[in-house]
């Protein structure tokens, strides 16, 4: 269908130095745990983004240097000519369909360790490396020799990724991470020479760094320079600052690339941020500049993205975890279906891909990384195989997506679900606070299988053993989910403790079907370490209650550091009122109190409670996959019989929409026994 005429100016060409982008779709530099370990899933994960239609797209930050790498994050790295054809490959898939291929080059500085190099650290201005893990290192202040190699580096850097094919270099000084953001900021410099103190002076360096790289390139490439828009702190980088700077030298480098703070502001999930949380910070830089500007905001709606480039914020739309969520978001803009976009929830289980130093995944789009892997389209399915029904009983988010990917394949699908609704635990838990967002991974699965014909969705369809039996299903799916336990087992406690029945003791369960306290003091126990403990932490202080927090880590909410949340979790939790008791764990709960032991020393001590609520782990609901095992299936006819998602191991939402997506993948296959179900690179010996 002809493109609406509300978004013409979404798909006007922008000009970026020599260079064109034929849309205003960029894709900004986003980390995927894949780097220098997986170059040729990173680069089939970018060419899925280029058929998707995106106008500009970046690698990752890319290391220029063996003095500054940031072990074990595992980037991809340009300290050689060996390393040219990864990365021209990467180019090449980014161009196939028209976009642009850019390249971010870093150079870490006082944030990298250098656990593999074994060099020592340069930086600004010296001082312990500023990194997540508080590495035991120092770096050296670098000298005026120092610098000057460091301009050679960057240099060298420019040639090669001309030689790798790309149009764009982009300069990482963002997040605090990049040595350019270290120049400027008076946080981070506190030089006496000509490269400190005004900011003028501050500034020399990234002058220096693009005059050089402009002319080493003979001008033939466009490049973008990535800033913070505010660092905070006295002598952050501030704002004010950064405005400063870019009225200085509007028309240094060909592109301004605006993001939030630190990385944890840029990237802050849905529960936190809404989409385009950085407007205020960005607003009227572009009457600073008459270089085009982009920035970023979570930007899943089209008229949002339209409204960024007419009131004269932005011209180029940038997206990370929006591009990751659906690659093919600006071809379906262009063509008018919304309904088909996997819009992103900001759960930022991607990033946690790279912090966990793994492959990345995402919850909406279970075939990120796993396009070259495993052969696997965010929008295509193999064709249908050789059987022809399948039965998948529960339609939580596993269900939902085996659902949607069979029916797309051919398969005729009978989709049974005990309850009234479909999306299990996301149903529930998009009603906690800050987690609405989370319902679109419901909402997109439900809209896409509504129109199929060939999948039947069945309500309040609780199967027995019997009943699934005598269906005539050639193959069935148990997708039952999980329940939460209602003792403390899980990683501190592998067995249950002493618990007087007088004690209410209750569960997220309870609490997502509108049971548990509406005031009194509330004892949470929280072994899970995700995001849950704190979330119902919020809705009891809500409903009035004093709320106690027990964890046996040394924080709250650990896990949430590889999604960027733990600071802002933490700090919501004691502004809330909210009583944090870490490094304790529950040895028995009484009829009136809880007793607490320290984990380290094993004191005791009693915490008066009227109620518990515990959020340890979560029990597979698989007794009737197990029931069905037990019995004669196949001379039912049954051709194959799985349990998935929660009700096979319980885990994240991604995790779920994961285990459909593969066993639909897989329905039909040919058994490769114990074959490696993915491909992977090996390092050639040398």
Known sequence: MPRDPRYDILFEPVRIGPKVAKNRFFQVPHCNGGGYRDPSAVAEMRRVKAEGGWGVIFTEQVEIHHTSEITPFIELHLWDDRDIPALARMSEAMKSHGALAGIELAYSGINGPNLYSREVPLAVSGGPILTFTSDPVQARTMDR??????????????????????????????????????????????????????????????????????????????????????????????????????????????LWDLAHGTWEQCSGTSRFKPEGAQEDLVKGIKDLTPRPVVGVGRFTSADAMVRQVKSGILDFIGAARPSIADPFL?????????????????????????????????TQNPAFMEEWRKGWHPERARPKGASDSVLIVGAGPAGLEAARVLGQRGYRVALAEAGTSLGGRVTRERALPGLAAWG??????????????????????????????????????????????????????????????????????????????????????????????????????ARGCEVHVVTPATKVAEWTENTLEQGIIQARLMEAGVHLHLSRAPVAIGARAVTLACTWTGREADLPADAVLMVTSRTPDDGLYLDLKARDWRGAGIRSLKVIGDAAAPGPIAWATYSGRRYAEEMDAEDIGDALPFRREIAELL
């Open 145 to 254: 020799e120092d610098i000057r190699d460091l301009r050679r580096w960057f240099r060298n850097a420019f040639v090669r990724s001309q030689r790798a094919g790309f149009d764009i270099v982009c300069l990482y000084g963002a997040h605090g991470f990049g040595i350019l953001q270290h120049f400027l900021s008076r946080a981070t410099n506190h030089r006496t020479d000509e490269y400190g103190g005004s900011l003028e002076n501050r500034a020399r360096f990234v002058r220096e760094v693009i005059e050089e790289g402009r002319e080493a390139t003979k001008g033939e490439m466009a490049i973008s320079l990535r800033l913070s828009l505010h660092e905070a702190g006295k002598m952050g980088f501030s704002n004010a600052e950064v405005r400063d700077f870019i009225e200085m030298h509007g028309d240094l480098p060909d």
């Open 330 to 362: 600006p071809k379906k803009i262009e063509e008018g279906r919304f309904e088909d976009i996997r819009e992103c929830i900001g759960c930022n289980i991607c990033v946690s891909g790279d912090m966990t130093q793994g492959i990345s995944r995402c």
């Open 440 to 541: 679109r991974v419901a909402d997109y699965r439900t809209g896409q299988i509504a129109p199929m014909p060939n999948v039947e969705v069945y309500f309040d369809s609780r199967l027995t053993a019997e009943d699934i039996l005598g269906m005539g299903f050639d193959h069935v799916a148990i997708a039952t989910g999980a329940t939460w336990r209602r003792d403390a087992v899980a990683r501190h406690h592998l067995f249950p403790i002493p618990t007087d029945p007088a004690m209410p003791v209750l569960t997220p369960d309870d609490l997502m079907a509108d049971g548990g306290p509406s005031g009194g003091c509330v004892v949470i126990y929280d072994d899970d370490h995700f995001y849950m403990g704190s979330v119902l932490a919020e809705l009891l202080i």
